[in-house]
Nanobody, 121 residues
Framework: QVQLVESGGGLVQPGGSLRLSCAAS????????MGWYRQAPGMQRELVAAITSGGSTNYADSVKGRFTIPRDNAKNTMYLQMNGLKPEDTAVYYC???????????????WGKGALVTVSS
C-alpha cells in the first residue's frame, strides 16, 4: 500500500504565506510526477502545480509567481510554498503522486486526503 499524507494547512490572512507538505510512504519503488490539486466549495478539482522526478515544474496561471513546488526525492516528500495568498486560494488542497511499487509495476495515481487552506481576514 502507498499512503500520501498532507500537512500544513490552516487559516491565514490575505497576503500571508503557508507551506504544505506531502509525504509518501509504504511500498514505493519510485515516484514519477507529483502534483498539488485544489477544490473550492462548489468547484471542480483543479491542478495547482506539478513537478516531475527530474524537477521540471508546471503551474496554473492563477498561482504563477506566488507558489512554488519543491520536492525532496530522497524523502519522497513534496511541498507547496504559497506566498501572497488571496481569498480565492481558499480550498482543500490534495497531493497526488504517480507511484511504482516495484520494478516492473505500472505507475498508479495515489491521492492524499486533503488539507484545508482558508485565506480570510
Amino acid at each position: 500500500q502507498v499512503q500520501l499524507v498532507e500537512s500544513g494547512g490552516g487559516l491565514v490572512q490575505p497576503g500571508g504565506s503557508l507551506r504544505l507538505s506531502c509525504a509518501a510512504s509504504g511500498s514505493i519503488f519510485s515516484i514519477n510526477n507529483m502534483g498539488w490539486y485544489r477544490q473550492a466549495p462548489g468547484m471542480q478539482r483543479e491542478l495547482v502545480a506539478a513537478i516531475t522526478s527530474g524537477g521540471s515544474t508546471n503551474y496554473a496561471d492563477s498561482v504563477k509567481g506566488r507558489f512554488t513546488i519543491p520536492r525532496d526525492n530522497a524523502k519522497n516528500t513534496m511541498y507547496l510554498q504559497m506566498n501572497g495568498l488571496k481569498p480565492e486560494d481558499t480550498a482543500v488542497y490534495y497531493c497526488n503522486a504517480q507511484v511504482r511499487r516495484y520494478y516492473n509495476d505500472i505507475a498508479r495515481h495515489y491521492w492524499g486526503k486533503g488539507a484545508l487552506v482558508t485565506v480570510s481576514s
